[in-house]
């Protein structure tokens, strides 16, 4: 009798113990991918908010190249020249963000190209290189 009263006990101890270790493993694995899934949305947080500043250089940029090709002052086309630097060293250091899907690439590629060509209307009309305003 104390034979099946011992092997009873231990299959009890055994059991409980296994039901201890599957509920810590169920709280850390739960603890796991919480932190997991916290931890992407952030990443995906910052990576918004870096193309929100690009996206906000962008506007910039646009405003500044009208303001100057209207009023023709300098100070316009250096804050053009600014946000065109600044949109490219957004694009040229993050890109884990500007270099993983391909609408992001096709983004990027087409703001750079946008930053390019009107820096470089910039440049042409700074340096007298276009002939007639209408022509910039």
Same mark, same amino acid.
């Given at each position: 009798?104390?034979?099946?009263?011992?092997?009873?006990?231990?299959?009890?101890?055994?059991?409980?113990?296994?039901?201890?270790?599957?509920?810590?493993?169920?709280?850390?694995?739960?603890?796991?991918?919480?932190?997991?899934?916290?931890?992407?949305?952030?990443?995906?947080?910052?990576?918004?908010?870096?193309?929100?500043?690009?996206?906000?250089? %962008?506007?910039?940029?646009?405003?500044?190249?009208?303001?100057?090709?209207?009023?023709?002052?300098?100070?316009?086309?250096?804050?053009?020249?600014?946000?065109?630097?600044?949109?490219?060293?957004?694009?040229?250091?993050?890109?884990?963000?500007?270099?993983?899907?391909?609408?992001?690439? +096709?983004?990027?590629?087409? %703001?750079?190209?946008?930053?390019?060509?009107?820096?470089?209307?910039?440049?042409?009309? +700074?340096?007298?290189? +276009?002939?007639?305003?209408?022509?910039?």
């Amino acid at each position: 009798m104390q034979k099946k009263e011992k092997s009873i006990g231990r299959v009890l101890v055994t059991s409980t113990i296994t039901i201890i270790i599957t509920v810590i493993l169920f709280f850390f694995t739960q603890q796991t991918t919480d932190y997991l899934k916290r931890k992407e949305l952030q990443e995906m947080q910052d990576n918004i908010a870096i193309v929100n500043s690009c996206v906000s250089l %962008v506007q910039n940029l646009e405003t500044s190249f009208k303001s100057y090709v209207e009023t023709g002052e300098s100070e316009f086309a250096n804050t053009a020249n600014n946000c065109n630097e600044a949109i490219n060293n957004i694009i040229e250091f993050h890109p884990e963000v500007f270099q993983t899907a391909d609408q992001v690439i +096709l983004f990027s590629r087409s %703001v750079s190209q946008i930053a390019f060509a009107l820096n470089t209307l910039l440049h042409d009309q +700074l340096y007298n290189n +276009l002939d007639k305003s209408e022509s910039f």
